[in-house]
């Protein structure tokens, strides 16, 4: 298979998406679609295939059925995924940030940030680290350039990360709970920064349980449970009106 190039609107179009884990079905045919610049805030319970859902949009989980089409090219199809090559390309555009910020301990928050563009873009240091400057600076951290990660708190580290993944000047970001690891004063810089992405016209799906942040930037809510998307819609609808029982008792849950 070769990444066609593909005629569509949206940014990412998921259809009849399947992922099992042995005899375990997480994702029961997924259909869904992200428009360009679309914030998508996705809620769920522990365990309703959330990070799987994310993780197989960038190809690091291989479905079985169905398929996948992102940044114009197609990742999934009959359950195939893109052979090495081209999905290494494809997820350069694909920029991902987890729960565990996941930096380079090793390496100053600088070498974090400019690692990604030299090796895989071939910038020259000097022009990556003025890339890196630019992004430190956007996220607030221009002055720990030369900090090492483990001196940083966990919302620096988070930003840090948001930074590294936008260095490969990403088309389309995906959040992992990206604040559940923070001790809770720490978790609004690390959310003003991804307000600032959305307001650029980011292209995001986000996994969180921060609903005011859903309220306040999500285009789209999407609610999973038990192996598929139960709900989706906009937020004032989700939240203050949801068709489903199930959502209901999830947001009752949570809120
Ligand atoms: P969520 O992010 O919504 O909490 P996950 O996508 O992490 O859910 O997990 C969905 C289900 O798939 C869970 O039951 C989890 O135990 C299972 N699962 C996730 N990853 C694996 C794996 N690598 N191997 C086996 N089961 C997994
Ligand atoms: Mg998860």
Redesign the pocket.
């Known amino acids: 298979m070769t990444a066609t190039p593909l005629n569509s609107e949206s940014m990412i179009r998921i259809r009849g998406l399947r992922k099992a884990?042995?005899t375990?079905v997480?994702l029961d045919g997924i259909d869904f679609d992200v428009k360009p610049k679309q914030v998508v805030v996705v809620i769920?319970?522990?365990?309703?295939?959330?990070?799987?859902?994310l993780?197989c949009c960038n190809g690091l989980e291989a479905p079985q059925g169905g398929r996948i089409d992102i940044c114009g090219r197609t990742l999934v199809q009959d359950g195939q995924m893109l052979p090495e090559k081209a999905l290494n390309a494809l997820r350069e555009e694909v920029g991902m940030v987890f729960q565990s910020f996941n930096l380079f301990p090793h390496l100053s928050v600088l070498d974090n940030v400019t690692l990604g563009p030299r090796k895989l873009h071939g910038l020259s240091r000097k022009d990556a680290d003025a890339l890196a400057h630019d992004l430190l600076q956007k996220v607030g951290l221009a002055h720990k350039a030369d900090a090492m990660p483990g001196s940083l708190s966990g919302g620096q580290k988070q930003r840090v990360a948001i930074a590294r993944a936008l260095a490969m000047r990403p088309k389309v970001m995906l959040f992992?709970e990206p604040t559940s690891a923070l001790d809770p004063e720490l978790v609004g810089e690390v959310l003003q920064v991804m307000k600032m992405l959305a307001a650029e016209g980011m292209t995001m799906m986000v996994?969180t349980h921060e609903m005011g942040f859903a309220k306040e930037v999500a285009d789209v809510v999407v609610v999973?449970d038990g192996g598929g998307i139960i709900e989706a819609g906009d937020p004032q609808t989700i939240f203050s009106n949801p068709t489903k029982e199930r959502t209901r008792s999830f947001l009752q849950a949570v809120l």
């Open positions: 884990y042995g375990h997480v769920g319970p522990s365990g309703s295939g959330k990070s799987t859902f993780r992992d996994v999973m």
